[in-house]
């Protein structure tokens, strides 16, 4: 299966022709004033938005691109990362991650398991992406009751959405010294007007990453994270006919990834016989690591003024088929299924008594499977189904739209059906324009999200973030003798209620840049992982369970592991309010200097602190810029995190220094070929996560300089 994934990209790259394409390294007015959000059917750009939006492409994406789209969004105002290890590692939105942070590629559900655990690594790949767009505060309008916390779209090209005349594409080649990464990737589009063709390919590899010497939870001094390897390759072919009528297309992408699980060892006395973990020390013993595979078909269509009124009928849909299995040893311990089928359809309609507007129906419907050592979770089902209205109309120098969309949510397990969860959402935004440098925006909505089948059904071990969970479903009593014991909870589970309000201030000229925005989110029944205080072997199990809960499967390795703290999904009224603040100032041509700050303060409103909440970030960097070339010096400083939840330590503040400079050779310019270097964490400063579940066993990595060549064509 790998190696007709390979053969499949290379075919495609068979075909590579060098075209000419204006070098990258002017500058150019800020992305988000020119570029449309492809997430919102009405063409928006990020300034005309109500609600705060993030665009990064070009060479902005290509020099923060990384193996994983946590860390490539990572340093965006109100963009943390889950940080869990190199090959798994997701966006938290102003504090909010897993199921409440929706992700897409190209306005569809990704079809993987990442929003249920830290562990499970994300399927979009950045390297072949065009753009990346981050909605920020609840999107639930136009992608349902997961995007309670914001909406992260990777688009792509894969099928070409508008006419193809000639031949263009992207080579990249990239190494890295912190993990000894090697990175190939290209894209490339063909066409003639009518018929488009695409193709894609990338190959990573990287060894176990590097840090400052630090203490683990072992109590044992080391200086890098064992078992954080990474590998991954994949490639997509797509195609798309255009005519006056319109377009379809389709497109497969294979994806396969190999990645350790760091903190996870449990004393393997065999050896893995996989050929990846033979590279990266199977001799020693084999340690825990995950086997990636998706399939994904893709289908896109628009059908331009088909009936009087209605501008354009736009129609995606995606079938996912995903596998995730756990290696331990010479065997599979846990193996997690999805099968997942979305479609999506959207009507833009004439102005209707001034204002504009976009009618949409979303269908999706999901099969997952857990099995093995590490199934806290029973197979389970969801099925959903929403409505959304979208209008907007511009009076004078004001700007309104509004919005509203219902949903029905179904979740079942094996053993348990709930009862159907029906979800409305509404939103009301409006903007400003003071004059051509200066604009005001206000966004009120009002939110309602499903809870998702880990949150209600869990219940079991879960080694990867050192936790046994324990869902909604279920409760903890204590007995007598001092041992707890699970019995199911008996009480419906609530959905959650957000109203949250959005305030945004924009100010550019030709020497400033300045975005400010502030927000405060009230959420009822707001879900999350309590950390009770309790150890896994003080669980007494019912009568019929197969192993007690505090006992490990010696079968999968997990014997003699020590116990595991517990924590209970539990549900409680919430405050989450902050601010992001984004800066520019230019002093010539050649210098400017730009700064920005991220904070989020979440808290129970009965009293008490909100678990895994990141620190406030403040960062500045000095750039410079020549005609051949451009550098970039930045400092950013992680705040102390000492607003914890019970059960939770106080992380240290720490800096990091990142240095970058770019050259495009002048011979290379018809090219547009960039040779870049870039230097992370320089000055090897040990920085703690706090969001992360395995903090203090995996910090941030060290001394890092990566070196690598991009051609566009």
């Known amino acids: ?30 992305v988000g004033e020119t570029i449309v959000i492809t997430a919102n059917p009405l063409n928006k750009t990020a300034l005309e938005s109500t609600q705060p939006v993030s665009i990064i492409s070009g060479d902005e994406l290509q020099q923060k691109h990384a193996q994983t789209l946590g860390e490539t969004l990572s340093s965006e105002p109100g963009i943390n990362n889950t940080h869990y290890t190199a090959g798994a590692g997701s966006p938290i939105i102003r504090g909010l991650d897993g199921p409440r942070v929706k992700i897409t590629q190209n306005g569809l559900d990704t079809g993987d398991v990442s929003r249920g655990s830290p562990d499970h690594a994300v399927t979009t790949e950045t390297s072949s992406a065009d753009q990346i767009e981050v909605l920020r505060g609840p999107a639930t309008l136009l992608y349902g009751s997961g995007a309670i916390g914001g909406v992260i779209n990777v688009v792509d090209n894969r099928i070409p959405t508008q006419p193809v005349y000639d031949l263009e ?16 990737s290209y894209n490339v589009t063909a066409g003639n007007g009518s018929w488009a063709f695409y193709a894609d390919a990338h190959y990573r590899r990287s060894d176990d990453f590097d840090t400052p010497n630090f203490i683990n939870d072992e109590g044992e001094a080391v200086d890098s994270v064992e078992n954080s390897f990474s590998d991954s390759d994949g490639a997509t072919l797509g195609t798309a006919y255009h005519d006056d009528w319109g377009f379809f297309g389709v497109s497969y992408q294979a994806l396969y990834s190999e990645y350790g699980i760091p903190g996870h060892a449990h004393g393997h006395d065999e050896e893995h016989e996989d050929e990846s973990e033979e590279e990266h020390g199977a001799e020693e013993e084999a340690l825990p690591f995950v086997d990636l595979e998706q399939q994904r078909w893709q289908i896109a269509g628009q059908l331009n003024a088909p009936v009087n009124g209605i501008e354009a009928v736009e129609m995606r849909a ?8 756990e290696i331990e040893g010479a065997q599979v311990g846990t193996q997690f299924n999805n099968n997942q089928k979305e479609l999506r359809v959207i009507a833009k309609h004439e102005p209707l008594q001034g204002w504009s507007g976009a009618l949409g129906y979303q269908w999706d419907i999901s099969d997952k499977q857990a099995f093995g050592a590490e199934a806290f979770t029973p197979d389970t089902s969801r099925r959903a189904q929403g409505v959304f209205w979208l209008v907007e109309q511009e ?13 029905q949510t179904t979740l079942a397990s094996e053993d348990v059906r709930l009862d159907t969860f029906d979800s409305v959402s509404a939103s009301a935004g409006y903007l400003y324009h003071f004059d051509q440098h200066s604009s005001v925006s206000v966004n009120l909505s009002h939110a309602e999200r499903a809870p998702s089948a880990t949150e209600v059904f869990a219940n079991g071990e879960h080694f990867a973030t050192q936790t046994y969970e324990l869902g909604t479903f279920y409760e903890l009593h204590q007995e007598d003798n001092g041992e707890y014991h699970i019995e199911n909870a008996g009480a419906e589970v609530s959905t959650e209620t957000s109203n949250n309000i959005d305030v945004g201030l924009h100010f550019e000229n030709e020497r400033v840049h300045a975005q400010v925005n502030v927000f405060y989110n009230r959420v009822d029944n707001f879900i999350y992982e309590r950390f009770t205080g309790i150890s896994s072997d003080m669980i007494h199990t019912d009568e019929g369970h197969d192993e007690h809960a505090g006992e490990l499967a010696d079968e999968h390795g997990h014997e003699g592991e020590e116990a595991l703290q517990v924590v209970q999904f539990a549900q409680a009224d919430a405050e989450l309010y902050g601010y992001e603040l984004d800066l520019g100032y230019r002093f010539d041509d050649a210098w400017s200097v730009h700064g920005f700050s991220d904070y989020t303060r979440a808290k129970q409103t009965a009293g008490g602190d909100l678990p895994r909440i990141p620190a406030q970030r403040i960062g500045i960097e000095a750039r410079y810029q020549a005609q051949d070339f451009d550098a970039a010096v930045g400092y950013t400083r992680y705040m102390e995190q000492d607003r914890i939840a019970d059960n939770e330590t106080v992380t240290p503040a720490f800096g990091i220094v990142d240095a970058r400079i770019n050259y495009y050779p002048p011979m290379l310019a018809q090219y547009g070929a960039t040779v870049y270097l870039k230097g992370e964490n320089l000055t090897d400063q040990l920085g703690l996560v706090h969001s992360s579940f395995l903090k203090d066993d995996v910090p941030m990595p060290g001394r890092n300089v990566q070196l690598g060549v991009s051609i566009n064509f």
Request: proline share 3%; aromatic share 6%; charged share 20%.
């Open 1 to 30: 299966m790998r190696l007709n994934a390979i053969t499949l990209g290379l075919l495609g790259m068979t075909t590579l022709p060098v075209a000419a394409q204006q070098s990258s390294q002017s500058e150019s007015v800020p």
């Open 169 to 184: 594409g992207n080579l990249n080649l990239r190494g890295a010294t912190v993990n000894d990464q090697k990175e190939a």
């Open 318 to 325: 995606a079938f996912t088929d995903y596998q995730h299995r």
């Open 395 to 407: 009076f004078g120098d004001h700007h309104v739209d509004l919005g509203a969309r219902y949903e």
